[in-house]
């Protein structure tokens, strides 16, 4: 059983569309709540640069159709919040469901990704597809009902897979649709503290600028808010009798007054944590920042960070056995090497998994409508027939069309095998993501470190040139 949300994304108060995409992705890619990733699967994009490619879908579309992105009514992208019940699908189940859903959902014209989430008892999918289409010259069509028709999609799905599903999911005495909470654990609902950190964390997804923002959202959510004295701060849904404070004792780790606001000004993550720091980071151009109207305060504290990264730096070298540059050097670009190798390599599995894909969907569409092109063939192509059976003549075409294209005339393959193929290519595609993801992790590090160790030998790219040559 699997309830759905359809989320709209505009542009953030104050944020560019760059940085609107990206900090809503960050919070899905989470990798403390994907298992370091491994439960991300993606359609016609990178996950690791997914908010550039829609960026660069935009600015097609600007080009191909004359348009410009709205800057304040122009939406960015969609998000799908798909939840299941507890125990009734392992993580990788809830995402290969979720992956099954964007595809039909999107029918395979918009790049998405789907990142299932397995930091609560109940495991769920963030699926977040582009608005505008893989040719660049439309975009998605958000139309009236189209979460009840979401909804009816996933509940298809959820029964193909053997999955229960809700058939009555509005509320018998209100007419309303049921929170997703009141369906976990079977009929059982969230307890109200459950229920309030669930919202709070929908309300921080949508990034809000300040405390008050955040109050005005989780109001709109329905939850009557409460400031009490010494800045505490409670909350009440529909139909509870007491308020909830607002702290960490009642809720939980993340959950306090502080907690929230450290999220809000970017000083935690969403998840409660706090961000985990690089081993090591960029020193400061001092100079430059000076030059730039920055004053003494800044210049005295840039000091003792450029100290305590270069000491960071010094570390790391000796950690890993690089105490010459040309070792430095070599392995940076070993490592630049093969980050390049893999991201290449995942494109390519991606592209053999399309065509799979699009071979599994005609084979499908070609089953199902093999008799009734056999009618209009038999009936001598009478346009009588043809315009009482077009979608399924149509659709019947479409798959000719592909295994036109895909086969170039070889035999038919079988679905069973077909459906093997999927299996292999998606641990595959896993298993290179994972050394993808520790490869650029790698990368950034060696490359930090090196930038660093010029920038305190005052090398030009002259003199990189000539040490890397030694």
């Not at 307890?191 to 964390?201: H, S």
């Not at 010494?230 to 502080?258: C, H, K, N, P, W």
């Not at 060696?446 to 030009?460: E, F, V």
Request: charged share 30%.
């Amino acid at each position: 059983m699997a309830t759905t949300r359809l989320i709209i994304h505009h542009i953030s108060k104050g944020e560019s569309i760059a940085q609107s995409l990206a900090d809503r992705f960050d919070y899905g890619q989470n990798p403390d709540k994907t298992q370091q990733g491994e439960l991300i699967s993606s359609y016609q994009c990178d996950v690791e640069t997914a908010d550039a490619e829609f960026l660069l879908s935009k600015a097609k579309y600007k080009a191909i159709t004359g348009r410009e992105q709205k800057k304040d009514a122009d939406i960015l992208c969609y998000q799908i919040r798909q939840s299941f019940v507890p125990g009734e699908v392992t993580p990788e189940e809830a995402n290969r469901i979720g992956y099954e859903t964007a595809m039909r959902w999107t029918k395979g014209k918009y790049a998405f990704f789907v990142a299932t989430h397995v930091d609560r008892k109940h495991f769920h999918n963030h699926i977040y597809y582009n608005s505008t289409a893989l040719d660049c010259t439309r975009k998605f069509n958000n139309f009236w009902g189209s979460s009840f028709a979401l909804r009816r999609l996933s509940d298809r799905i959820c029964i193909e897979n053997g999955l229960s599903y809700i058939a009555h999911p509005k509320l018998k005495s209100k007419g309303k649709y049921k929170h997703y909470g009141q369906w976990l654990d079977g009929n059982k609902p969230l307890t109200f503290q459950e229920r309030l950190k669930a919202q709070i964390d929908t309300c921080l997804s949508e990034k809000p600028a300040s405390m008050e923002e955040f109050f005005h959202a989780m109001e709109a959510a329905g939850y009557e808010v409460k400031q009490g004295r010494g800045d505490t701060v409670s909350f009440r849904a529909e139909g509870q009798e007491r308020f909830t404070r607002l702290r960490s004792s009642t809720l939980g780790t993340g959950y306090g007054l502080e907690d929230i606001q450290a999220i809000i000004e970017g000083r935690a993550s969403p998840s409660g944590g706090h961000f985990e720091p690089r081993k090591v980071n960029l020193i400061i151009d001092i100079q430059s920042r000076m030059r730039s109207g920055k004053g003494p305060a800044y210049e005295r504290w840039a000091k003792v960070f450029n100290l305590k990264q270069m000491a960071a730096t010094l570390q790391y070298l000796q950690e890993n056995n690089l105490l010459e540059y040309s070792q430095l050097a070599e392995k940076t670009a070993q490592a630049v090497d093969r980050f390049h190798t893999l991201s290449d390599k995942i494109k390519t599995i991606e592209v053999t998994a399309n065509t799979n894909e699009d071979l599994m969907a005609a084979t499908v569409d070609y089953a199902k409508t093999r008799t009734v092109f056999e009618g209009y063939k038999a009936a001598k192509y009478s346009r009588k027939y043809y315009a009482e059976h077009e979608g399924d003549i149509e659709l019947h075409r479409a798959a000719q069309a592909t295994f036109k294209r895909i086969l170039s005339g070889a035999k038919l393959p079988k679905m069973d095998a077909l459906k093997a193929e999927r299996q292999r290519l998606t641990a595959e595609k896993n298993a290179a993501y994972r050394e993808y993801r520790a490869a650029k992790k790698s990368m950034q590090e060696l490359i930090t470190a090196k930038a660093n160790i010029d920038h305190l030998l005052g090398l030009t790219d002259t003199r990189k040139n000539k040490e890397m040559e030694r």
